[in-house]
């Protein structure tokens, strides 16, 4: 019984710290090992450049990633491990984000870190697939489009610097964070 309540419990407390922290890992690969149905949604979004892909992998997923550049924007479009649309992710400043959505960021932020800086600013495209093709071909909102934005921050946390990367709605709301682990290691490094 003593033994089945401390694995319960070393099993809660992996668990939450998992759901803390965030790592990945990015490897080139060839468009031939990625799933036929996540070449195919990027090709049907019609950039006409090139697009490099990628195979991401974190904790506990493994995920395909399409990156590339158009209209002088980084583009990043992420698929689950099966080839599943999961969103679409635009390089943006932070004061592309709406004054009212920013104020609500900021005011979170400051609350929680006092002083931070703003690394990188992404706005989150996702929602129904179909949904997300028609916004990208025509410049057209329809229902099933959602936008979040998602921020990493560098921020002191117990006196050390720290990436944190951060998930809100379109209107500024907190959704979630995480915190980044940068490189993973199993050896001693002097």
């Known amino acids: 019984m003593k033994k089945n309540l401390a694995f319960l419990l070393f099993s809660f407390i992996a668990v939450s710290v998992a759901a803390q922290y965030k790592y990945e890992k990015e490897f080139r690969i060839g468009e031939a090992e990625v799933p036929e149905q996540a070449v195919s949604f990027v090709d049907s979004l019609g950039f006409g450049t090139k697009v490099r892909w990628y195979r991401e992998v974190g904790y506990d997923t493994t995920s395909f990633e399409a990156k590339t550049r158009y209209d002088r924007q980084l583009y990043s479009i992420e698929f689950s491990a099966t080839g ?107």
């Open 84 to 190: 599943t649309f999961e969103d679409v992710e635009i390089g943006i400043g932070a004061n592309d984000i709406p004054e009212a959505a920013f104020g609500l960021i900021s005011a979170y932020l400051q609350a929680e870190h006092g002083k931070y800086k703003i690394e990188k600013a992404q706005m989150q495209y996702l929602g129904e697939e179909g949904a997300v093709l028609a916004y990208f071909r025509e410049q057209t909102g329809q229902g099933g489009l959602v936008i979040h934005y998602e921020l990493v921050i560098s921020t002191k946390m117990e006196g050390c610097w720290v990436m944190m990367e951060y998930l809100f709605s379109g209107t500024g709301e907190f959704l979630r964070r995480s915190q980044l682990t940068l490189k993973r290691t199993d050896n001693i490094i002097f």
